[in-house]
T-cell receptor, first 110, second 117 residues
Framework: EDQVTQSPEALRLQEGESSSLNCSYT??????LFWYRQDPGKGPEFLFT???AGEEKEKERLKATLTKKESFLHITAPKPEDSATYLC???????????FGTGTSLTVIP | DAGVIQSPRHEVTEMGQEVTLRCKPI?????LFWYRQTMMRGLELLIYFNNNVPIDDSGMPEDRFSAKMPNASFSTLKIQPSEPRDSAVYFCASSRQGFGAGANVLTFGAGSRLTVL
């Protein structure tokens, strides 16, 4: 069965304290791995798509990487405005598209 | 483009009542998804459509749930009769299936928060 697991569930960082969020996946055929950001009361907002192991994408303080079993979202020198829930999702070729993980709630303290 | 538009944003109803949630996808997107989000279970895919045709409704929890997409610019999710355990945020998302930049990326609406008393 296809699964997506994110860790940790919650993360509190001091402003400027870099860290990483993990997304482990088990799918029979990965077509793409997606990272989204969700702010309270809003829908998830797209950040990155990764398609193959070894691929990396960057946007401001965020960098996403992909291996054959997991993806990391690295946050460098975070700011309070980076506080949000970060979701990863996998697009599988088994038919039930876009499995989402339960997310990591990130709080960055000034 | 105004993005994916959902209505209503908030709905409070009593158990047993019919609830209809509405979604207007992004023009040019040919896939539409309905998700339900709760604290306990996160984002769950209920059903998705390709070119207005339901492809996979295995996530629809019960026969009380139904979804339609009569045309490329409109979809509804109906719950009849509603129950307290249906309380959640329901999201609609659309995407352009295919290849190239931006393909297969879900764009979400702001969600409809449903409370069933």
């Amino acid at each position: 069965e296809d699964q997506v697991t994110q860790s940790p569930e919650a993360l509190r960082l001091q402003e400027g304290e870099s860290s990483s969020l993990n997304c482990s996946y088990t799918v029979s055929g990965l077509r793409g791995l997606f990272w989204y950001r969700q702010d309270p009361g809003k829908g998830p907002e797209f950040l990155f798509t990764l398609y193959s192991a070894g691929e990396e994408k960057e946007k401001e303080r965020l960098k996403a990487t992909l291996t054959k079993k997991e993806s990391f979202l690295h946050i460098t020198a975070p700011k309070p405005e980076d506080s949000a829930t970060y979701l990863c999702a996998v697009d599988s070729n088994t038919g039930n598209q876009f499995y989402f993980g339960t997310g990591t709630s990130l709080t960055v303290i000034p | 483009d105004a993005g994916v538009i959902q209505s209503p944003r908030h709905e409070v109803t009593e158990m047993g009542q019919e609830v209809t949630l509405r979604c207007k996808p992004i023009s040019g997107h040919n896939s539409l998804f309905w998700y339900r989000q709760t604290m306990m279970r996160g984002l769950e895919l209920l059903i998705y459509f390709n070119n207005n045709v339901p492809i996979d409704d295995s996530g629809m929890p019960e026969d009380r749930f139904s979804a339609k997409m009569p045309n490329a610019s409109f979809s509804t999710l109906k719950i009849q009769p509603s129950e307290p355990r249906d309380s959640a945020v329901y999201f609609c998302a659309s995407s352009r299936q295919g290849f190239g930049a931006g393909a297969n990326v879900l764009t979400f609406g702001a969600g409809s928060r449903l409370t069933v008393l």
